[in-house]
T-cell receptor, first 114, second 115 residues
Framework: GNSVTQMEGPVTLSEEAFLTINCTYT??????LFWYVQYPGEGLQLLLK?????DKGSNKGFEATYRKETTSFHLEKGSVQVSDSAVYFC?????????????FGQGTILTVHP | DTGVSQDPRHKITKRGQNVTFRCDPI?????LYWYRQTLGQGPEFLTY????????KSRLLSDRFSAERPKGSFSTLEIQRTEQGDSAMYLC?????????????FGPGTRLTVL
C-alpha cells in the first residue's frame, strides 16, 4: 500500500537558518506529492505540490522537488522566519485514480526562534 | 470567508453517546472528504463523496460511523455509541473534480473528546 515517511521531529532552528524536512514515499504508479502546513489553531493549508517526476513545487520561499529515483520530496527553505513555526505534513495522492485520497506522513513540528 | 467550515469546533461527550459533525465545503466543490487525525499523527482517510454519492469508505470507518451528503452540498458525520478511541480531530476537505490534480482544501476540524 501507499505510505509516507517524514523525518523525525521536532526541528528547532534559529531565524534565517536553512531548513530541510525529509520526506520519502512508497506508492504504486506515479503519485502526486504535496506538502501541507498546519499553523497553531488553524486547519491544514496546501503549501506546494508536484505532479510528476522532476517537477519542483514552490510557494512562500519553500521548495520541494519530486525525485522518482529516490522516491523523495524533501522540503527546503533558504531562510526561515519565526512565522514559519508550524507542523508540516508530506502527503501523496495515488496516480491513476479519478479522485484524490491523500496518504499523509506523521508530520514534523518546526519551531523557529528569533 | 468562503473556505471549508466545520461545526462544532469542539465536542466533549461521554462514552456511549452519539455525536454528529457538520461540514460545509467550498460552494462550487463537488468532492468532499472526511479524515481523522490523532495526536502526533497525520490525517487518515475515512470516506469520500462525489456530489451526493459516497464512493469509498475506509476500513477505519466502523459500523458505528455513518456519513451523508444528502444534496451534494454539506455533509454530516455521525458516530454512534462513542468510545474513548474515537477521540481525535475530524477533518473535512473539499475539491473540484474538474481540475487536473485533486487539490483539497481543509476545514479547521472538529476536535472530539470522549470521556
Amino acid at each position: 500500500g501507499n505510505s509516507v515517511t517524514q523525518m523525525e521531529g521536532p526541528v528547532t532552528l534559529s531565524e534565517e537558518a536553512f531548513l530541510t524536512i525529509n520526506c520519502t514515499y512508497t506508492a504504486t504508479g506515479y503519485p502526486s506529492l504535496f506538502w501541507y502546513v498546519q499553523y497553531p489553531g488553524e486547519g491544514l493549508q496546501l503549501l506546494l505540490k508536484a505532479t510528476k517526476a522532476d517537477d519542483k513545487g514552490s510557494n512562500k520561499g519553500f521548495e520541494a522537488t519530486y525525485r522518482k529515483e529516490t522516491t523523495s520530496f524533501h522540503l527546503e527553505k533558504g531562510s526561515v522566519q519565526v512565522s514559519d513555526s508550524a507542523v508540516y505534513f508530506c502527503a501523496l495522492m495515488s496516480g491513476g485514480t479519478s479522485y484524490g485520497k491523500l496518504t499523509f506522513g506523521q508530520g514534523t513540528i518546526l519551531t523557529v526562534h528569533p | 470567508d468562503t473556505g471549508v467550515s466545520q461545526d462544532p469546533r469542539h465536542k466533549i461527550t461521554k462514552r456511549g453517546q452519539n455525536v454528529t459533525f457538520r461540514c460545509d465545503p467550498i460552494s462550487e466543490h463537488n468532492r468532499l472528504y472526511w479524515y481523522r487525525q490523532t495526536l502526533g499523527q497525520g490525517p487518515e482517510f475515512l470516506t469520500y463523496f462525489q456530489n451526493e454519492a459516497q464512493l469509498e469508505k475506509s476500513r477505519l470507518l466502523s459500523d458505528r460511523f455513518s456519513a451523508e451528503r444528502p444534496k451534494g452540498s454539506f455533509s454530516t458525520l455521525e458516530i454512534q455509541r462513542t468510545e474513548q478511541g474515537d477521540s481525535a480531530m475530524y477533518l473535512c476537505a473539499s475539491s473540484l473534480a474538474e481540475t487536473s490534480v485533486d487539490t483539497q482544501y481543509f476545514g479547521p476540524g472538529t476536535r472530539l473528546t470522549v470521556l
